[in-house]
């Protein structure tokens, strides 16, 4: 096998791999910043530190004249506001609901089976020469289910590849560049979009306590980027990654199935009666006039349909993984789909932890008008640097791609970021929206090449049944391409739908 030489690239990645494993956990990073805030708020209310700008007052509704100052968690008040809140600030943290209630419909597909051999049908029967895009697009819509790719579809892109006489290698960076490269863009709204915008809505409440950021709100932008991610995964495979690895030959027999019974069949088949049963269902609630989930005057946009979207995904999800679990006998009978769901939330203990520390920071953080302060002060540099609009967003994107190599997980990276930015950028006019997805392009470029992510040794592993001598460095020099390529285009495409004005999802504006 071909083996790709270590550029001066891959030696920095593994610089930055080695410093960057030395870093604490995110629940400790969060507990540090939690700590800073407690001490800075202090340092800059003793300071009297405070600024005046053009906000949207609470009470009234409309545009003043707004003064702000810092407010410290160390006098009286402060003291007992951060002891006598815990509880609510975790319970109200926006992000939580959501994704907890999406995945018991998620957990049940996933484990069930369904998921695994929809993504296996799909792609199996794909005709060879569409292979290479097929594996990439069920890669991107594979983040519809949180992390399922990562563990079903980037070992099956291997052995696709593998069962075309093609190299696996090329199969699982396909694979792999879908799942990773492409995380943000789908399709289908996914358990990332909830996530993410309720992390956005509580950072836009340092300005405005009334704006709210959908989880449908990216959705035009990012549906029409999985189109955009596929071209992208498919020439680098083609054209670049499978030539330089070469013909593959194994060091020993590998068994590889790649072929859905007749029983996953007919589970499928009834499972996918289901979602259609279940979409006519909604439609019908939905798409008349008077439709009993439209909102006055027939609105769609603020309506209860748009806040029972997550309620539907779950829906969406359960439905026919139940359907699909009594076919094929993996559920036989609510206890099991009870299991299914308890099982699905286990998994997220770890995203729990994880937001019920960052919950406290993003409260701490928005009660001592830190988020306020940094914002006003940020814009004022930005506008006296000249650094407004499209520019603005681009260094946004980059800053991005440079923290995730060191923190991986979207989610504790926005909920660092996005107190400064969201509101920093609504004082430049840019609206929290438009934010989050320059946000999220520099957060997918690089999640192939960030050894730090957490899914990154499970593909190194995944590589290693094709060579022993694979590692972190060869599985980094195969997604480079893909990385610097996917950043470089999906910039540009980014810069030129903010330029033509298009909205990035349903009823939203480009500018605050």
């Known amino acids: 096998m071909n083996r790709l030489k270590k550029t001066k690239s891959i030696r920095l990645l593994n610089f930055i791999e080695e410093k960057g494993n030395k870093l604490p956990d995110p629940v400790t990073i969060f507990i540090i910043f939690t700590l800073l805030v407690i001490g800075i708020s202090h340092v800059l209310y003793i300071l009297g530190i405070g600024v005046s700008f053009e906000g949207v007052n609470n009470e009234s509704g409309q545009i003043e004249t707004l003064t702000v100052k810092s407010v410290s968690l160390l006098v009286p008040e402060g003291i007992a506001y951060m002891f006598s809140n815990v509880v609510k600030n975790f319970t109200s943290f926006v992000a939580l609901g959501p994704v907890l209630v999406a995945m018991l419909g998620v957990g049940v597909a996933e484990k069930s089976g369904y998921i695994s051999a929809l993504m296996t049908n799909t792609v199996t029967k794909a005709p060879k020469k569409f292979v290479t895009p097929i594996v990439v697009l069920m890669g991107v819509l594979s983040n519809v289910a949180a ?9 099956l892109g291997a052995i696709i590849f593998l069962g075309f006489k093609r190299h696996p290698l090329a199969g699982l960076s396909a694979a792999f560049a879908g799942v990773a490269g492409g995380y943000s863009a789908n399709l289908f709204l996914g358990t990332n979009d909830p996530l993410l915008s309720g992390i956005t809505t509580e950072a836009a409440h340092i300005l405005d306590a009334g704006y709210i950021v959908n989880p449908t709100d990216n959705w035009f932008f990012m549906f029409v980027s999985t189109f955009l991610i596929v071209i992208i995964g498919t020439l680098v495979t083609d054209k670049l990654i499978e030539p330089k690895l070469g013909k593959y030959i194994p060091d020993q027999a590998i068994e590889h199935q790649n072929v859905v019974s007749s029983v996953e069949k007919k589970g499928l088949l009834w499972a996918n009666i289901s979602i259609l049963v279940t979409i006519i269902a909604i439609a019908l609630l939905v798409l008349p006039e008077n439709g009993v989930l439209r909102g006055e005057g027939g ?44 099982s699905s939330l286990e998994t997220m203990s770890g995203f729990i932890v994880l937001i019920f ?13 830190l988020g306020t302060i940094i914002a006003v002060k940020g814009a004022d540099f930005l506008q006296s640097i000249h650094l407004e609009g499209a520019p603005l967003l681009v260094a946004l994107i980059f800053i991005t791609t440079i923290i995730n190599l060191f923190i991986a997980a979207d989610s504790a990276k926005w909920a660092i970021m996005a107190p400064v930015f969201v509101p920093m950028f609504m004082q430049m006019g840019i609206a929290p929206e438009v934010t989050q997805v320059a946000y999220r392009v520099g957060d997918s470029s690089t999640n192939i090449i960030s050894p730090l992510m957490p899914f990154f040794p499970l593909v190194v592993a995944f590589a290693q049944r094709y060579g022993k001598e694979n590692g972190v460095g060869t599985v980094i020099s195969l997604m480079l391409p893909y ?11 980014f810069v030129i739908w903010y330029v033509l004005g298009i909205p990035v999802g349903p009823g939203t504006n480009l500018n605050y």
């Open 147 to 155: 992390s399922v790719g990562y563990v079903v579809l980037v070992p």
């Open 299 to 342: 609105s769609l946009i603020q309506s209860p349909f748009m806040s029972s979207i997550i309620f539907m995904m779950m829906l969406i999800f359960l439905i026919p993984g139940v359907v699909y679990g009594f076919v094929t006998k993996t559920i036989k009978n609510d206890k099991d789909i009870a299991r299914l769901m308890a």
């Open 483 to 493: 990385s610097i390529i996917i950043l470089i285009s999906w910039t540009i495409f």
């Open 357 to 369: 520390f960052a919950a406290q920071f993003v409260a701490l953080f928005n009660y001592t008008n």
